[in-house]
T-cell receptor, first 119, second 112 residues
Framework: DAEITQSPRHKITETGRQVTLACHQT?????MFWYRQDLGHGLRLIHY???????NKGEVSDGYSVSRSNTEDLPLTLESAASSQTSVYFC??????????????????FGPGTRLTVL | TQLLEQSPQFLSIQEGENLTVYCNSS?????LQWYRQEPGEGPVLLVT?????EVKKLKRLTFQFGDARKDSSLHITAAQPGDTGLYLC????????????FGDGTTLTVKP
């Protein structure tokens, strides 16, 4: 069965370290997204990609970067981890229609999340 | 920015009770999705509503899309402890339909 996985599931790191969170999907979806979820803020979009070599900034992109070298993976990198980046991170994917047209439904499939603690 | 406001933010009820949660916006959406998120897991898609006035049923859950496609509701009949979770509504941005905006969610607790 197709799925979307994230690793690690839990991570503790120190302020200033570089951290990379992995996201891998086997849905063959063109669209992939990274969100963070904090109490009182719901899901906030960090970065997203509509295909290989395409990346875009979301509403809370400062301090984060992504790269898309293949369809299946969208790793999220925290360049220099800060305590404010302690959060739960979710990766998601959705399909796009032929020709690059977006499905107006934009139904997203989420990974299980990574809980990141920055000390 | 298109915003989705969900209410109530928290809801705690006894098993067997009925409840309704709401998702409202001042903007028109081409569709709205409802997700349920259980503790320690990612959100899972429940349903998509597309047509104004549309009603969809998923067992004891009834979803309605407003006639003007600006709001939606989720009604649960005879709630069970297994319904406990965070309910999120989401919809595509009009100007960038490849991504969605999410409401902050309703946290539902159903006590046995």
């Amino acid at each position: 069965d197709a799925e979307i996985t994230q690793s690690p599931r839990h991570k503790i790191t120190e302020t200033g370290r570089q951290v990379t969170l992995a996201c891998h999907q086997t849905w063959n979806h063109n669209n992939m997204f990274w969100y963070r979820q904090d109490l009182g803020h719901g899901l906030r979009l960090i970065h997203y990609s509509y295909g290989v070599q395409d990346t875009n900034k979301g509403e809370v992109s400062d301090g984060y970067s992504v790269s898309r070298s293949n369809t299946e993976d969208l790793p999220l990198t925290l360049e220099s981890a800060a305590s404010s980046q302690t959060s739960v991170y979710f990766c998601a994917s959705s399909r796009s229609l032929a020709g690059g047209t977006y499905s107006s439904y934009n139904e997203q499939f989420f990974g299980p999340g990574t809980r990141l603690t920055v000390l | 920015t298109q915003l989705l406001e969900q209410s109530p933010q928290f809801l705690s009820i006894q098993e067997g009770e009925n409840l309704t949660v709401y998702c409202n916006s001042s903007s028109v959406f081409s569709s709205l999705q409802w997700y349920r998120q259980e503790p320690g897991e990612g959100p899972v898609l429940l349903v998509t509503v597309v047509t104004g006035g549309e009603v969809k049923k998923l067992k004891r859950l009834t979803f309605q899309f407003g006639d003007a496609r600006k709001d939606s509701s989720l009604h649960i009949t005879a709630a069970q402890p297994g319904d406990t979770g965070l309910y999120l509504c989401a919809g595509p941005y009009n100007t960038n339909a490849g991504k969605s905006t999410f409401g902050d969610g309703t946290t539902l607790t159903v006590k046995p």
